[in-house]
T-cell receptor, first 111, second 115 residues
Framework: TQLLEQSPQFLSIQEGENLTVYCNSS?????LQWYRQEPGEGPVLLVT?????EVKKLKRLTFQFGDARKDSSLHITAAQPGDTGLYLC???????????FGTGTRLTIIP | NAGVTQTPKFQVLKTGQSMTLQCAQDMNHNSMYWYRQDPGMGLRLIYY???????DKGEVPNGYNVSRLNKREFSLRLESAAPSQTSVYFC??????????????FGDGTRLSIL
């Protein structure tokens, strides 16, 4: 079973600050997805990165896939209360391997 | 725009009771999945169905059974509930599990407590 460790597990910062959360593994993935989950709801896909070194931007969110395709980061600029939620990374293996979800980072943005 | 619908949203059971969690999707997706979510452990795959008529075990299948009733519906059954099965259960679907980079669409979960 491939493992995905996310750090930090919890993060609480003031509105307007910048932050980075990480998703790390010893395994190589063919692609990596980032989801955000709000209380009482299921995860919702934010982005998929598929190429080593790839950087994707979604408004104030910047996602990067590591060159070796074993890790990824999510950087949020000028965090807003609406960014509050549980951020999950999920790696897709090769062949018929199923999606492996990370342990999650619970982010709280304080107004 | 229903997407993936799970019922019930909340349930409390006594140890040893049985229950079926229901899931239906209206996106004409081929593949469906059942996950459990526990604090600090992310989402763990219980069972999945790559297409109508097929089901396979995931990472944590013990104590569960599934039925792919038709293309839309995928149910999860607990035959004899145990306190260790207290969790939030999510159903998800995707277009086709054999296609790379497939996003999964999730329901809002069933919060299950076993006393």
């Amino acid at each position: 079973t491939q493992l995905l460790e996310q750090s930090p597990q919890f993060l609480s910062i003031q509105e307007g600050e910048n932050l980075t959360v990480y998703c790390n593994s010893s395994s190589v993935f063919s692609s990596l997805q980032w989801y955000r989950q709000e209380p009482g709801e299921g995860p919702v896909l934010l982005v998929t990165v598929v190429t080593g070194g790839e950087v994707k931007k979604l408004k104030r969110l910047t996602f990067q896939f590591g060159d070796a395709r074993k890790d990824s980061s999510l950087h949020i600029t000028a965090a807003q209360p609406g960014d509050t939620g549980l951020y999950l990374c999920a790696g897709e293996g090769f062949g018929n391997e199923k999606l492996t979800f990370g342990t999650g980072t619970r982010l709280t943005i304080i107004p | 725009n229903a997407g993936v619908t799970q019922t019930p949203k909340f349930q409390v059971l006594k140890t040893g009771q049985s229950m079926t969690l229901q899931c239906a999707q209206d996106m004409n997706h081929n593949s469906m999945y059942w996950y459990r979510q526990d604090p600090g452990m992310g989402l763990r795959l219980i069972y999945y169905s790559a297409s109508e008529g097929t089901t396979d075990k995931g990472e944590v299948p013990n104590g569960y059974n599934v039925s792919r009733l038709n293309k839309r519906e995928f149910s999860l059954r607990l035959e004899s509930a145990a306190p260790s099965q207290t969790s939030v259960y999510f159903c998800a679907s995707s277009v086709d599990e054999a296609t790379a980079y497939q996003p999964q669409h999730f329901g809002d979960g069933t919060r299950l407590s076993i006393l």
